[in-house]
């Protein structure tokens, strides 16, 4: 169900990455609750079917074919969605990729890879935005991870692009505070999606199975009534799941012992190199 709120009446966000997982459930959720939502994906089947969804359920959805590795494209994504609706009022930098291999076995291209898709293709789509944003005193989302302020072992790729999307969003914020400006950056943990089997092993092909339990993770449905409700209310920083706060919270103050303990887990999955 929808969160109801219609907060979003009049307000046009634009969200990267909506052919699956967070960004779709996002789609949905901003859609539903008011907002003209932009999306954004590589996969251009993938992205008209939420589309026309989202129109089936009533709301107002425009598809853009973009691939954020690409700086042309998210230029193109900012200067379409102006052109078509005059304003941007919120950006979700969700597109991501991730990965499973120990650093000292993996191709040098997958770490590339991650970066551009997941930090490069967050800094293109906002640096284009952020003149409108600024215009409306709107609202910055990044999706980082709880990854993005603890190891993570056989994801290097993944937690670097996450920890560098943190300094950027958070001194972003601090430049433009007297702007106006709201930057959210949210922190899932373990998030039930298609991220884990489109993850890249060591030679940068999809690895198409998960290594975890999906079914004991939050959906992602959940996860983005929590998103929305923090961009309503224009928080700082969200830290998902009492698990997810523990672990940075504990990786803080005890680092060492909170190491061993996430070695300990990531031992448990299939084929663990650990």
Known sequence: MASNLHTFNGKVVIITGVSSGIGKACAFEFADNGATVVLAARRENELKKVETEIKIRGGEAYAVKTDVKNIDACKNL??????????????????????????????????????????????????????????QKGTLIGISSISGLTPLPGRTGYCASKYAMEGFFSTLRLENI???????????????????????????VPQNETPRDESK????????????????????????TLHGKLTVWLHKIFSGITDRIILYEMAKEPNSPF
């Open 78 to 135: 900012i200067d379409k969605t102006v052109e078509k609706y005059g304003k941007i009022d919120v950006l979700i930098n969700n597109a991501g990729v991730s990965m499973r291999a120990t650093f000292e076995e993996l191709n040098l291209s997958v770490i590339k890879e991650l970066m551009d898709t997941n930090f490069y293709g967050a800094v293109y789509c906002t640096k284009f935005a952020l003149p409108f944003l600024l215009e």
């Open 217 to 240: 993770m939050m959906s992602s449905k959940e996860v983005a009534e929590i998103i929305l409700k923090a961009a309503v209310n224009r928080k700082r920083n969200l830290t998902l």
């Open 178 to 204: 007297k702007k106006g400006l709201n930057v959210l950056v949210v922190r899932p943990g373990f998030t039930s999606s298609n991220i884990r089997k489109a993850a890249f092993n060591k030679l940068g």
